[in-house]
């Protein structure tokens, strides 16, 4: 088992910056991909990014380049999600996601752990 524990959420204005960050604990070595994914009121989750665990190889969807980034910290068992010039729409709540396979998937069914959730709430 993998737990996942994700913080850093908060109330931001438009254009600001926010970093989340996701604590892997439990049988991390069986990590093979990390993804963010999001859900805002109403709507279905959507991926937002993905990395690879041995080598950092990362994936985003088209919403995500050029203001996110996502980064891991092997040693400390942490992934990253920084978020830079924030939008109203980019209101969600931000779940960390782990799966064993070692090809980013986009599709939430296919990740095995989930953590709990991180409410990024960004205001005009």
């Known amino acids: 088992q993998v737990q996942l524990v994700e913080s850093g959420g908060n109330l931001v204005q438009a254009g600001d910056s926010l970093r989340l960050s996701c604590a892997a604990s439990g049988r991390t070595f069986s990590l093979g991909t990390m993804g963010w994914f999001r859900q805002a009121p109403g709507k279905e989750r959507e991926f937002v990014a993905g990395?690879?665990?041995?080598?950092?190889?990362?994936y985003y969807t088209d919403s995500a380049k050029g203001r996110f980034t996502i980064s891991r910290d092997t040693a400390k068992n942490m992934v990253y999600l920084q978020m830079n010039g924030l939008k109203p729409e980019d209101t969600a709540v931000y779940y960390c996601?782990?799966?064993?396979?070692?090809?980013?998937?986009?599709?939430?069914?296919?990740?095995?752990?989930w953590g709990q959730g991180t409410q990024v709430t960004v205001s005009s």
């Open positions: 990395i690879r665990w041995s080598d950092s190889y990362t």
């Open positions: 996601a782990a799966r064993g396979g070692f090809s980013i998937a986009t599709t939430g069914a296919l990740y095995d752990y």
